[in-house]
């Protein structure tokens, strides 16, 4: 160990011997499909969320096959069941209620959806024309100075 007098905090402190070694030269990266820090950083945050993503994909898809298998069960025990008391088709499917209502939120969804949008253009509509108005609204043609050297 060694100790430095720093400038900055004027004091003494104490430096490890590997820091005081001369630095070796390192290249710069000239190849430009290698990312940067920052691009890594992004590309491997990205890269967990859709990780995570397509695991929960994976784990919603297996619930659905298995509500499937399920299902294709319940529609065999019913078929080996006798006429009288087995329930028809129609009967297994879900309630008309409970379609009803999942239609009427997906509506409502595309609806606020569209709202958004709508909300949004109107934006940069108003942003756009703010901007004309502030650099270009005022003249009539645009100014050109012609000057030349004799």
């Known amino acids: 160990m060694t100790f430095a007098y720093c400038h900055m905090c004027a004091a003494f402190v104490i430096v490890a011997d590997a820091c005081l070694q ?83 939120k997906a509506e409502e969804s595309l609806q606020t959806a569209l709202k958004e949008m709508e909300w949004d253009a109107e934006k940069c509509r108003l942003g756009r024309s703010k901007l004309f108005d502030k650099f270009k609204g005022d003249m009539e043609h645009d100014r050109v100075a012609v000057r030349g050297f004799r």
């Open 22 to 104: 001369p630095e070796e030269r390192v290249d710069d990266i000239d190849d430009a499909s290698t990312y940067s820090l920052e691009e890594q950083r992004q590309r491997s945050a990205l890269d967990a969320r859709q990780q995570l993503a397509d695991a929960r994909k994976a784990a919603v898809r297996a619930d659905l096959a298995e509500l499937r298998r399920e299902f294709k069960q319940w529609i065999g025990l019913n078929q080996g069941l006798p006429r009288q008391v087995a329930l028809s088709h129609a009967e297994l499917l879900l309630d008309e209620r409970i379609r009803a209502e999942q239609r009427r």
